[in-house]
């Protein structure tokens, strides 16, 4: 089961009904944004599970090695309502916390600290669980709901067992263009295994329908997309060049997104980029940290810099 909002329109042509995947896909569309709790609601009468069995839920903006069998395993061993995917991070602040107990029951769920004194764990709600379906007929419908500002933190009050699965694998929050490019790069380059990527695991992906210079150079988990160009002496690191992008002799490009159909011109450096689909970057151009160029957009030669011109 899919629930989409935003941009609904482009997922059913791309995935279909599931089968080329092993997959059933059913989608459900909100007519207008219900948050993370009501998307969960508003998918419940498409479900055929029993009252009390398990319903397994991702959140669309993550990738993750969790191993969903120990996730689902957890949740039937202690008897939980809801089971939760807890990722450490190194620093939380961008998060909100989740504590535990020593058996891994959720305490609490604590809003993003504002202080040193206020990280008491290093556990973030992951965006992967399991409902007992029962309480997912319990979120309120027909308004927009958070499920970590409302739902859970209401089932702790009533007294209601939520625990968490507490794991150190891959996780990372693709809800930037900045990380959807970095874990691109990551699948690539391994840190990341998935079976999803059709090659191996190396410096670089270059689909069939490229063409990339000999005197190219492609590094840290690049993927070039089918057709795109990469010119005689361009350098591409770390980014992720889609369909039909051409990116024109001596660029340089790194760390950075270019669209379907895009233009890098001859010389121009980009450095933490994102280029919209269609967009053209001019010659001699450079762009670096996170500036972004709209779909279809044009850029003259030389339009812009970063750094003096010695």
């Not at 891959?170 to 059709?198: C, E, I, K, N």
Request: charged share 20%; with cysteine; glycine share 14%.
């Amino acid at each position: 089961m899919l629930a989409t909002s935003y941009l609904a329109e482009v997922f059913e042509p791309y995935f279909g009904d599931g089968s080329a995947l092993g997959l059933r896909i059913d989608y459900v569309t909100e007519r207008e944004p219900l948050g993370t709790g009501g998307a969960i609601r508003n998918v419940a009468s498409h479900l055929e599970s029993g009252p009390d069995d398990p319903v397994l839920i991702f959140n669309g903006d993550i990738l993750t090695g969790l191993d969903i069998g120990a996730l689902v395993g957890t949740h039937v061993t202690t008897g939980a309502d809801v089971s939760l995917h807890l990722s450490r991070v190194e620093d939380p602040r961008a998060f909100g916390l989740v504590p535990t107990d020593a058996s891994g029951r959720v305490l609490a769920f604590l809003e993003k600290p504002q202080t040193p004194e206020e990280i008491v764990t290093d556990q973030i709600n992951a965006g992967a669980y399991v409902f007992r379906r029962r309480i997912i007929d319990s979120i309120p419908t027909g308004r927009p709901v958070s499920v970590e500002r409302e739902t859970f933190p209401g089932l702790l009050e009533s007294g209601a067992h939520l625990q968490g699965m507490v794991d150190s694998t891959y996780w990372l929050d693709l809800g930037t263009p900045q990380a959807f490019v970095r874990g691109s790069a990551d699948l690539v380059l391994g840190h990341a295994p998935s079976p999803a990527v059709p090659g191996r695991c190396g410096e670089h992906l270059v689909l069939p329908g490229a063409e990339v210079a000999e005197d190219a150079k492609l590094t840290g988990g690049t993927v070039v997309g089918e057709g795109a160009v990469i010119g005689e002496g361009a350098r591409v690191g770390g980014s992720t060049v889609l369909a039909g992008a051409v990116i024109a002799p001596g660029a340089i490009v790194m760390d950075s997104l270019v669209g379907v159909s895009a233009r890098v011109g001859a010389r121009t450096v980009l450095d933490g980029a994102v280029i919209g689909d269609g967009a053209v970057v001019g010659a001699d151009n450079e762009l670096r940290d996170g500036v972004r160029v709209w779909c279809g957009a044009v850029l003259p030669d030389g339009a812009v810099r970063f750094s003096s011109d010695q």
